[in-house]
């Protein structure tokens, strides 16, 4: 059983060398019979930004850290090899947190999700039709409450929650900007993804000037991946009665000390909404964000990018990739294609 191990904890940006590929050679392909054991076989794995946050010691209030020796663990696609656990039974395919490794002995299904529409890629559940895709969902549609014709703006825009909030805002109707860190992720916002407008973050030196060119009248939603200076600019930009839903502020995951936060003062004047929000708040409503977003997929009226690598010795990359932007779109890492 092949495993990608967290070493020790970490600070400042992660590196490859903090992970360390191993194999266990002690694999059982069974379940004690005393155990509620769900056995699974890996078939994709998930780099997602919050892994950061779990490398280190100071154990996030909601995530909990990484143990050092252990392997890591993640959102990820499998196959049920064995099952003790009533509700599934072997050839199931489910998708939830795993770990990575070739095969995982899952002690709980608690949010792990079945997967029945096998008509659309299996590695579209660690992204669009999973985890990813009920964040947009949940943060766009709840915590933003957008109206037609409203001004949003998205950071991480080509990001695998940030291209589908733009989507979403274009479905209801809304003008929509986003920023990514590359010229080529601008081109994918704007032809793609179908965005009115979108601006490469990193060739801005003054992002408060940036947002006043792409919004003249304001920003009415934010919607929130990055934090620091750009949440800084927003805020000065934001119109009356504007939402900012808090999903996510990958550049302050590295630091050690968070940027402040200058212009607060501003939402007193604009009288605007910053709310957080976590994706296991929506997991009810998943089955309802699947009879919403299947329909799409299947029309092809909303466009998804990932970005695959193959093989578990290349996830420490690609997770850390996720840090200097390397990813375009949803970064899934192929364990076994089934
Ligand atoms: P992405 O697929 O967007 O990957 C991360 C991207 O962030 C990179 O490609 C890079 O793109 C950008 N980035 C990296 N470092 C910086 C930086 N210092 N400043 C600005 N941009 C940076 O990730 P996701 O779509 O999966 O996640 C987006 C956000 O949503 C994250 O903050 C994540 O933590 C959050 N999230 C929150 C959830 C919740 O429950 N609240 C659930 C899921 C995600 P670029 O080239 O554009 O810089």
């Not at 989507?167 to 900007?177: D, E, I, N, S």
Request: proline share 4%; hydrophobic share 40%.
């Amino acid at each position: 059983n092949k495993k990608v191990i967290f070493k020790d904890y970490v600070s400042g940006f992660p590196k490859e060398s903090d992970m360390a590929v191993t194999v266990d050679e002690n694999l059982k392909l069974k379940v004690a019979g005393d155990s509620q054991g769900i056995l699974v076989k890996n078939l994709y794995l998930s780099c997602d930004p919050y892994m950061r946050l779990l490398m280190t010691n100071r154990s996030s209030e909601i995530f909990g850290t990484y143990t050092p020796g252990a392997p890591i663990t993640g959102f990820g696609v499998g196959k049920v090899i064995d099952s003790r656990n009533p509700e599934f039974k072997e050839g199931d395919l489910v998708w939830g947190i795993t770990g990575w490794e070739e095969y995982s002995l899952l002690t709980s299904s608690e949010g792990l999700f079945k997967i029945h529409h096998t008509d659309i890629p299996l590695s579209y559940y660690t992204g669009i039709l999973g985890m990813p895709g009920l964040t947009a969902y949940g943060g766009f549609y709840e915590v933003c409450a957008p109206k037609k014709g409203e001004y949003v703006f998205v950071s991480a825009a080509s990001g695998a929650v940030g291209q589908l909030v733009g989507q979403f805002a274009k479905l209801m109707g809304c003008y929509v900007v986003g920023s990514a860190g590359t010229q080529d992720k601008v081109e994918l916002l704007k032809n793609k993804f179908g965005f009115d407008d979108a601006f490469n973050y990193k060739e801005e030196p003054d992002l408060n000037a940036a947002l006043k060119r792409y919004f003249p009248e304001g920003i009415d939603i934010y919607f929130e991946n990055v934090g620091g200076k750009m949440l800084d600019a927003v805020i000065l930009n934001m119109r009356v009665h504007g939402r900012i839903a808090a999903c996510g502020m990958i550049s302050q995951y590295n630091r050690d000390q968070p940027e402040g936060v200058q212009n607060l003062m501003s939402i007193v004047y604009k009288r605007v909404r910053i709310e957080g929000f976590a994706v296991f708040d929506y997991y009810p409503q998943y089955s309802k964000f699947l009879d919403f977003i299947l329909p799409y997929i299947r029309e092809g009226k909303v466009k998804y990018v990932e970005d695959i690598v193959e093989g578990l010795e290349n996830g420490p990359a690609a997770l850390i990739g996720l840090f200097s932007g390397r990813n375009v779109g949803k970064q899934v890492v192929v364990i076994a294609p089934q």
